[in-house]
């Protein structure tokens, strides 16, 4: 499970997942675009739907090896209220029957797993694949010589590492215009 505002999703997104799927450390891998993120200070830009259909155009033209491990899952967006990733992984988990849920996270994320929504259950139930971010503290448990790029560089139009299809999304809903 690779959860985030995805907002919008870019290529150190994408790398993380082409490095995960091709070197075989998961079978399967849900992208799933938060719908009210916890821990913000600031809401996202683009609608759920809309970072949904980001994350999905951005999956649809990865090379088919990847893209048919990957799926865009949108029970959060879809979901009201908060979203909690204890709900999502209960959820997952009745869906995948028997199967051992990996939460993937940059380390700035798992560093404030401890502030997440009933944390000590959520670490029973599923596994830490916790990626190198440059630029961020923190311990990984895997490098991915992940890339230098955040959601917050794109949206101020300080990198431009996002897929082609994404791109074009961007620019035809105008979205990130004067951020
Ligand atoms: P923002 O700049 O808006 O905070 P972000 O680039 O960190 O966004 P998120 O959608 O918040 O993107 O990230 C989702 C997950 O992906 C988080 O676990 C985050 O740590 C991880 N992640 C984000 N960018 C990278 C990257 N370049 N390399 C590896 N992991 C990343």
């Given amino acids: 499970m690779y959860g985030g505002t995805f ?64 799926e865009v899952n949108p029970i959060e967006v879809l979901r009201q209220g908060p979203s909690y990733a204890i709900d999502t992984v209960e959820a997952i988990a009745a869906t995948y029957e028997g199967a051992t849920i990996s939460l993937i996270l940059g380390t700035d994320a798992f560093e404030k797993i401890d502030q997440w929504h009933r944390a000590a259950e959520l670490k029973k139930m599923v596994e830490f694949i916790v990626i190198d971010r440059p630029d961020f503290p923190g311990q990984p ?39």
Wanted: charged share 25%.
């Fill in 141 to 179: 448990n895997l490098a991915i010589d992940a890339l230098a790029v955040s959601a917050t560089e794109i949206r101020s139009h300080k990198s431009d590492q996002i897929p082609a299809p994404v791109a074009a999304y961007i620019k035809e809903h105008n979205l990130y215009a004067s951020k």
């Fill in 7 to 70: 907002d919008p999703i870019h290529n150190g997104h994408i790398h993380v997942i082409r490095e995960l799927i091709s070197r075989n450390v998961v079978d399967r891998l849900l992208v799933v675009p938060a719908g009210e993120p916890r821990l913000r200070e600031e809401a996202p830009v683009a609608t759920g739907a809309q970072r949904r259909q980001m994350c999905q155009l951005a999956i649809s033209s990865l090379e088919a090896e990847i893209a048919n491990k990957v």
